[in-house]
């Protein structure tokens, strides 16, 4: 089955303690990313990643990070988690970026920070 | 560059009645234009979408309309039954890349 895992689904955590939050999919797909989700404010995308080893900004990038070691695996860091960064997250992949267009959404991740 | 404007942010009908939200870009670029449905404690998933050469789509009880001079486009639910209450967002991109959200309307439909 087509799946985008995100790990923790829900976490309580304290200002500037760091933390990270796994995504895996097992589609093979070129493309990944992360969004945040906030009231009234939509999607916005954080970071996301073209293939292995090349990442990018997307238009919220700041207070965090990403890596992209493995085709399937493409986590988010928070290394000094505040406040303002409590919101609702989403890894997210697609086939590739001018292809298909479809994205794929994990069931979100949970995140206060305290 | 893009943004999308969606409206409105909460739409509540009643069981069998149409529901229309809509939503305006400002790239006049943009070509790709689909459309999210989010379940509760779910990640948004797609439901249709729309090239900008083409005016109108549909799929069973749902369907998108683009208007590129006006650079607006709609979704259309004709029969809403209690299971279409979710989150919906729209999205605006050129080529599929980068795609910009909608900032949500919440859909209730009321049995």
């Known amino acids: 089955e087509a799946q985008v895992t995100q790990n923790p689904r829900y976490l309580i955590t304290v200002t500037g303690k760091k933390l990270t939050v796994t995504c895996s999919q097992n589609?093979?797909?070129?493309?990944m990313s992360w969004y945040r989700q906030d009231p009234g404010l939509g999607l916005r995308q954080i970071y996301y990643?073209?293939?292995?080893?090349?990442?990018d900004k997307g238009d919220v990038p700041e207070g965090y990070k990403v890596s992209r070691k493995e085709k399937r695996n493409f986590p988010l860091i928070l290394e000094s988690p505040s406040p303002n960064q409590t919101s609702l997250y989403f890894c997210a992949t697609q086939l590739g970026t001018g292809r298909a267009g479809e994205l794929f959404f994990g069931e979100g991740s949970r995140l206060t920070v305290l | 560059g893009e943004n999308v404007e969606q409206h409105p942010s909460t739409l509540s009908v009643q069981e069998g009645d149409s529901a229309v939200i809509k939503c305006t870009y400002s790239d006049s670029a943009s070509n790709y234009f689909p459309w999210y449905k989010q379940e509760l404690g779910k990640g948004p998933q797609l439901i249709i979408d729309?090239?900008?050469?083409?005016g109108e789509k549909k799929d069973q009880r749902i369907a998108v309309t683009l208007n590129k001079t006006a650079k607006h486009f709609s979704l259309h639910i004709t029969e809403t039954q209690p299971e279409d209450s979710a989150v919906y967002f729209c999205?605006?991109?050129?080529?599929?890349?980068?795609?910009?959200f909608g900032t949500g309307t919440r859909l209730q439909v009321f049995p």
């Open positions: 999205a605006a991109s050129i080529n599929t890349d980068k795609l910009i």
């Open positions: 729309i090239r900008s050469n083409v």
């Open positions: 990643s073209m293939n292995v080893e090349v990442t």
């Open positions: 589609m093979n797909h070129e493309y």
